[in-house]
């Protein structure tokens, strides 16, 4: 979901630790790294962003259409409240103005608690038993995902790249080429996880696998990449046949 507008490539860097950990050899069948994204698909957190955005739509007069908040999912903020905008036929507003307002909103809904996707919280569990590095690869920005972390554990990622601390955000691929930077790994030896076409679309653009579990909204199939109804059931030997397949 949305991150804020801004932000510098460097920024992603600041989470350190990774060096401490025991990287599996590259030999290895399981990935060198395995790449998250957040909102949809480690929690479910779109029905938090409907009511925001739903929100300040009513603030501004009018209604989000289902049209325009489908698009929505997976775009960075600025790209949100241009189609926002659009969509109410108010594109003179300002985008900072209601990505201030946004983020100000979800800051206490995500304060009141986020709920784990299916099967999510055991996948990551396995990854992280199995002494595989993880990173968390998202369009949201960094003080949300501050708060998210509250819920998903700060130590359950040797990295988080956040949608303010790039400079191109998905479906861009430089979010995931920067968390493969950061760890340290060949992109092409990661699997990514993610729920929206703009994340598959930044994940496969980047050269990594691509595992999808759509949440809000269907995903067409797509070379390259494998779909599940969810995290359910999935566990490392799934993800290294994945890698496999990719090859």
């Not at 960094?142 to 998905?170: I, N, Q």
Request: overall charge negative.
């Amino acid at each position: 979901m949305p991150g804020g507008p801004g932000g510098g490539p460097g920024a992603a860097a600041r989470i350190g630790g990774y060096a401490h950990r025991r990287r599996p050899p590259l030999s290895s069948k399981h990935p060198a790294a395995v790449l998250f994204d957040m909102d949809g698909t480690l929690v479910d957190s779109e029905k938090l962003w409907d009511i925001a955005l739903q929100e300040l739509a009513a603030v501004y007069g009018g209604t989000l259409s289902d049209t325009a908040r489908r698009a929505i999912i997976g775009t960075s903020m600025a790209d949100s409240m241009r189609i926002l905008h659009d969509d109410l036929g108010q594109p003179e507003r300002d985008p900072q103005a209601s990505a201030e307002w946004i983020n100000a909103r979800i800051l206490e809904l995500f304060r009141s608690g986020l709920r784990w996707r299916p099967g999510a919280l055991a996948l990551l569990r396995a990854v992280r038993a199995a002494d595989i590095p993880t990173a968390l690869v998202t369009s949201s920005g960094r003080p949300l995902v501050e708060v998210a972390l509250d819920t998903l554990g700060r130590d359950s990622f040797d990295v988080v790249v956040c949608g303010d601390e790039v400079g191109a955000a998905k479906p861009h691929p430089e979010p995931y080429l920067t968390a493969a930077r950061l760890l340290d790994v060949p992109i092409e030896r990661c699997v990514a996880i993610e729920d929206s076409s703009t994340g598959v679309a930044s994940a496969l653009a980047a050269g990594a696998a691509v595992l999808a579990v759509p949440a809000e909204v269907p995903l067409p199939p797509t070379d390259g990449v494998h779909q599940l109804e969810s995290l359910t059931g999935a566990d490392l030997e799934l993800l290294a046949a994945l890698l496999a397949d990719a090859r």
